[in-house]
T-cell receptor, first 114, second 113 residues
Protein backbone atom coordinates (compact mmCIF):
# COMPACT_ATOMS: atom_id res chain seq x y z
CA UNK A 1 0.00 0.00 0.00
CA UNK A 2 1.32 3.42 -0.94
CA UNK A 3 1.69 5.88 1.91
CA UNK A 4 -0.31 8.53 0.05
CA UNK A 5 -2.95 7.70 -2.54
CA UNK A 6 -4.83 10.08 -4.78
CA UNK A 7 -7.29 9.44 -7.56
CA UNK A 8 -5.58 10.77 -10.71
CA UNK A 9 -8.84 11.58 -12.45
CA UNK A 10 -9.02 13.29 -14.86
CA UNK A 11 -11.84 15.40 -13.50
CA UNK A 12 -13.85 17.68 -15.79
CA UNK A 13 -16.43 20.09 -14.38
CA UNK A 14 -18.41 23.09 -15.63
CA UNK A 15 -17.52 26.57 -14.48
CA UNK A 16 -19.11 27.39 -11.14
CA UNK A 17 -19.17 23.80 -9.89
CA UNK A 18 -17.90 22.72 -6.48
CA UNK A 19 -14.87 20.50 -6.88
CA UNK A 20 -13.78 17.89 -4.34
CA UNK A 21 -10.26 16.46 -4.50
CA UNK A 22 -9.23 13.72 -2.12
CA UNK A 23 -6.29 11.74 -0.81
CA UNK A 24 -5.91 8.92 1.65
CA UNK A 25 -2.83 8.14 3.69
CA UNK A 26 -1.68 5.17 5.69
CA UNK A 27 0.37 6.48 8.64
CA UNK A 28 -1.61 7.89 11.54
CA UNK A 29 1.51 9.72 12.76
CA UNK A 30 1.37 12.25 9.93
CA UNK A 31 0.57 15.73 11.22
CA UNK A 32 0.92 18.13 8.31
CA UNK A 33 -0.92 17.95 5.04
CA UNK A 34 -0.36 20.12 2.01
CA UNK A 35 -1.99 20.81 -1.32
CA UNK A 36 0.00 21.99 -4.31
CA UNK A 37 -1.32 23.21 -7.63
CA UNK A 38 0.71 22.68 -10.78
CA UNK A 39 -0.09 24.38 -14.05
CA UNK A 40 1.18 22.88 -17.25
CA UNK A 41 4.91 23.54 -17.75
CA UNK A 42 5.25 25.14 -14.31
CA UNK A 43 6.51 24.02 -10.92
CA UNK A 44 4.16 23.04 -8.08
CA UNK A 45 2.77 26.01 -6.16
CA UNK A 46 1.76 25.65 -2.52
CA UNK A 47 -1.97 26.28 -2.16
CA UNK A 48 -2.68 25.43 1.46
CA UNK A 49 -1.47 23.37 4.33
CA UNK A 50 -3.20 22.11 7.47
CA UNK A 51 -2.01 20.75 10.76
CA UNK A 52 -3.76 17.81 12.40
CA UNK A 53 -7.51 17.59 11.95
CA UNK A 54 -10.02 20.21 10.96
CA UNK A 55 -10.72 22.67 8.21
CA UNK A 56 -8.82 25.61 6.80
CA UNK A 57 -10.35 28.09 4.41
CA UNK A 58 -8.69 30.50 2.01
CA UNK A 59 -11.02 32.29 -0.37
CA UNK A 60 -12.66 29.71 -2.61
CA UNK A 61 -10.46 26.91 -1.30
CA UNK A 62 -11.07 24.76 1.79
CA UNK A 63 -8.70 22.07 3.01
CA UNK A 64 -10.10 19.42 5.32
CA UNK A 65 -8.39 16.67 7.30
CA UNK A 66 -10.14 13.69 8.88
CA UNK A 67 -7.45 11.89 10.86
CA UNK A 68 -9.84 9.18 12.05
CA UNK A 69 -10.36 8.12 8.43
CA UNK A 70 -6.88 9.15 7.25
CA UNK A 71 -8.56 11.22 4.57
CA UNK A 72 -7.70 14.69 3.30
CA UNK A 73 -9.77 16.83 0.96
CA UNK A 74 -9.51 20.05 -1.00
CA UNK A 75 -12.74 21.77 -1.98
CA UNK A 76 -12.91 24.47 -4.63
CA UNK A 77 -16.06 26.58 -4.66
CA UNK A 78 -17.26 28.46 -7.73
CA UNK A 79 -14.60 26.82 -9.87
CA UNK A 80 -13.09 28.88 -12.68
CA UNK A 81 -11.34 27.90 -15.92
CA UNK A 82 -8.16 29.32 -14.34
CA UNK A 83 -8.38 26.54 -11.74
CA UNK A 84 -7.62 24.00 -14.48
CA UNK A 85 -4.39 22.36 -13.31
CA UNK A 86 -3.03 19.28 -11.59
CA UNK A 87 -3.63 19.21 -7.85
CA UNK A 88 -1.20 17.28 -5.69
CA UNK A 89 -1.63 16.37 -2.06
CA UNK A 90 1.67 16.12 -0.20
CA UNK A 91 2.69 14.91 3.22
CA UNK A 92 6.07 15.64 4.82
CA UNK A 93 7.68 13.02 6.94
CA UNK A 94 6.51 10.05 4.96
CA UNK A 95 9.17 7.45 4.32
CA UNK A 96 10.58 7.83 7.81
CA UNK A 97 12.28 11.18 7.32
CA UNK A 98 11.47 14.56 8.78
CA UNK A 99 11.65 17.75 6.78
CA UNK A 100 12.42 17.76 3.11
CA UNK A 101 10.94 14.55 1.92
CA UNK A 102 7.51 15.33 0.65
CA UNK A 103 5.56 12.30 -0.44
CA UNK A 104 3.12 13.34 -3.12
CA UNK A 105 -0.10 11.76 -4.21
CA UNK A 106 -0.38 10.90 -7.89
CA UNK A 107 -2.04 14.23 -8.65
CA UNK A 108 -5.56 14.88 -9.96
CA UNK A 109 -5.87 16.58 -13.34
CA UNK A 110 -8.74 19.09 -13.16
CA UNK A 111 -10.33 20.81 -16.14
CA UNK A 112 -12.96 23.51 -15.58
CA UNK A 113 -14.74 24.27 -18.83
CA UNK A 114 -16.62 27.52 -19.48
CA UNK B 1 7.08 34.45 -11.09
CA UNK B 2 8.41 32.17 -8.40
CA UNK B 3 11.01 33.10 -5.80
CA UNK B 4 13.09 30.11 -6.83
CA UNK B 5 14.75 30.72 -10.19
CA UNK B 6 15.96 27.88 -12.37
CA UNK B 7 18.08 28.09 -15.50
CA UNK B 8 17.95 27.09 -18.23
CA UNK B 9 14.23 26.59 -18.81
CA UNK B 10 14.89 24.01 -21.50
CA UNK B 11 17.92 21.88 -22.23
CA UNK B 12 18.64 19.35 -24.94
CA UNK B 13 21.79 17.31 -24.55
CA UNK B 14 23.40 14.27 -26.06
CA UNK B 15 24.37 11.24 -24.04
CA UNK B 16 28.05 12.21 -24.11
CA UNK B 17 27.57 15.82 -23.09
CA UNK B 18 28.22 17.46 -19.74
CA UNK B 19 25.81 20.17 -18.65
CA UNK B 20 24.67 21.85 -15.45
CA UNK B 21 21.32 22.98 -14.11
CA UNK B 22 21.26 26.01 -11.85
CA UNK B 23 18.92 27.12 -9.09
CA UNK B 24 18.89 30.29 -7.01
CA UNK B 25 16.75 31.49 -4.13
CA UNK B 26 16.89 34.63 -2.01
CA UNK B 27 14.36 33.75 0.67
CA UNK B 28 17.02 32.94 3.26
CA UNK B 29 16.12 29.26 3.16
CA UNK B 30 18.85 26.90 4.29
CA UNK B 31 17.40 23.70 2.81
CA UNK B 32 17.43 23.13 -0.94
CA UNK B 33 16.18 20.21 -2.98
CA UNK B 34 16.30 18.60 -6.38
CA UNK B 35 13.21 16.75 -7.55
CA UNK B 36 12.64 14.90 -10.83
CA UNK B 37 9.23 14.79 -12.46
CA UNK B 38 8.22 12.60 -15.37
CA UNK B 39 5.13 13.38 -17.42
CA UNK B 40 1.85 12.82 -15.58
CA UNK B 41 3.71 11.68 -12.45
CA UNK B 42 4.33 13.43 -9.13
CA UNK B 43 7.75 14.88 -8.32
CA UNK B 44 10.28 12.44 -6.89
CA UNK B 45 12.97 13.53 -4.48
CA UNK B 46 16.58 13.23 -5.64
CA UNK B 47 18.73 15.24 -3.20
CA UNK B 48 18.39 17.42 -0.13
CA UNK B 49 20.95 19.96 1.08
CA UNK B 50 20.79 21.36 4.58
CA UNK B 51 23.12 24.21 5.52
CA UNK B 52 25.02 23.58 2.28
CA UNK B 53 25.70 19.95 3.18
CA UNK B 54 24.18 16.98 1.39
CA UNK B 55 21.78 15.33 3.81
CA UNK B 56 19.70 13.06 1.60
CA UNK B 57 20.62 11.22 -1.59
CA UNK B 58 17.76 9.05 -2.77
CA UNK B 59 20.07 6.48 -4.39
CA UNK B 60 20.45 8.67 -7.46
CA UNK B 61 22.88 7.39 -10.16
CA UNK B 62 26.29 9.03 -10.11
CA UNK B 63 25.71 10.60 -13.52
CA UNK B 64 23.79 13.21 -11.49
CA UNK B 65 26.09 15.23 -9.26
CA UNK B 66 24.66 17.94 -7.00
CA UNK B 67 26.56 20.90 -5.64
CA UNK B 68 25.60 23.64 -3.21
CA UNK B 69 28.24 26.41 -3.47
CA UNK B 70 26.47 28.69 -0.98
CA UNK B 71 23.16 29.11 0.82
CA UNK B 72 21.47 30.68 -2.22
CA UNK B 73 22.69 28.46 -5.03
CA UNK B 74 22.19 24.86 -6.00
CA UNK B 75 23.58 23.14 -9.06
CA UNK B 76 22.98 19.77 -10.65
CA UNK B 77 25.81 18.56 -12.86
CA UNK B 78 24.83 16.10 -15.57
CA UNK B 79 27.14 13.68 -17.36
CA UNK B 80 26.58 10.68 -19.59
CA UNK B 81 22.83 10.77 -19.20
CA UNK B 82 20.42 8.30 -20.74
CA UNK B 83 17.28 9.08 -22.76
CA UNK B 84 15.17 7.85 -19.81
CA UNK B 85 16.60 10.73 -17.76
CA UNK B 86 14.54 13.14 -19.85
CA UNK B 87 12.20 14.85 -17.40
CA UNK B 88 11.34 18.11 -15.65
CA UNK B 89 13.95 18.84 -12.98
CA UNK B 90 12.58 20.92 -10.14
CA UNK B 91 14.50 22.85 -7.53
CA UNK B 92 12.87 23.75 -4.23
CA UNK B 93 13.84 25.46 -1.00
CA UNK B 94 12.53 25.64 2.55
CA UNK B 95 13.48 26.56 6.05
CA UNK B 96 15.20 23.85 8.06
CA UNK B 97 12.68 22.66 10.62
CA UNK B 98 10.34 19.76 11.12
CA UNK B 99 7.70 21.36 8.99
CA UNK B 100 8.35 24.03 6.42
CA UNK B 101 6.53 24.26 3.11
CA UNK B 102 8.66 23.76 0.02
CA UNK B 103 8.81 26.52 -2.56
CA UNK B 104 9.43 25.21 -6.06
CA UNK B 105 10.93 26.78 -9.12
CA UNK B 106 9.40 26.26 -12.56
CA UNK B 107 11.92 23.63 -13.47
CA UNK B 108 14.28 22.80 -16.29
CA UNK B 109 12.79 20.61 -18.98
CA UNK B 110 15.58 18.26 -19.98
CA UNK B 111 15.65 16.16 -23.14
CA UNK B 112 18.44 13.63 -23.61
CA UNK B 113 18.95 12.54 -27.21
Amino acid sequence: QKEVEQDPGPLSVPEGAIVSLNCTYSNSAFQYFMWYRQYSRKGPELLMYTYSSGNKEDGRFTAQVDKSSKYISLFIRDSQPSDSATYLCAIPGAGGTSYGKLTFGQGTILTVHP
Amino acid sequence: DTEVTQTPKHLVMGMTNKKSLKCEQHMGHRAMYWYKQKAKKPPELMFVYSYEKLSINESVPSRFSPECPNSSLLNLHLHALQPEDSALYLCASSQVRVFSPLHFGNGTRLTVT
